[in-house]
Nanobody, 127 residues
Framework: QVQLVESGGGLVQAGGSLKLSCAAS????????MGWFRQAPGKEREFVAA????????YYADSVKGRFTISRDNAKNAVYLQMNSLKPEDTAVYYCGGRNALRGSTYYLRTYEYGYWGQGTQVTVSS
């Protein structure tokens, strides 16, 4: 079992920045591909960013490309999402997901591909 706990959400004005953290405990985190997803009220959970367990490969949704950066520190069992130039449409509950991956270059883009989820952290961007 792996437990994931997100933190770092909050209220920020448009154009501002936030850095989300996802702390993992339990099984070997370093073999886990990780992803960030978000869910706005009345909408389905959507992909934001993903990173392979080696950190070599990353992928971003078009809506956040160039503004958000995903990273990880396997020594600290943590993955991060640096969010810059935030927009009101970024408002959502942000979740981190994790799953075991065989290759260090593999990442996953779909919610059903992840077996572990955190409880989420609220991000609210005011206009």
């Amino acid at each position: 079992q792996v437990q994931l706990v997100e933190s770092g959400g909050g209220l920020v004005q448009a154009g501002g920045s936030l850095k989300l953290s996802c702390a993992a405990s339990g099984r070997t985190f370093s073999n886990f591909a990780m992803g960030w997803f978000r869910q706005a009220p009345g909408k389905e959970r959507e992909f934001v960013a993903a990173i392979s367990w080696s950190g070599i490969s990353t992928y971003y949704a078009d809506s956040v490309k160039g503004r958000f950066t995903i990273s990880r520190d396997n020594a600290k069992n943590a993955v991060y999402l640096q969010m810059n130039s935030l927009k009101p449409e970024d408002t959502a509950v942000y979740y981190c997901g994790g799953r075991n991956a065989l290759r260090g270059s593999t990442y996953y883009l779909r919610t059903y591909e992840y077996g572990y989820w955190g409880q989420g952290t609220q991000v609210t961007v005011s206009s």
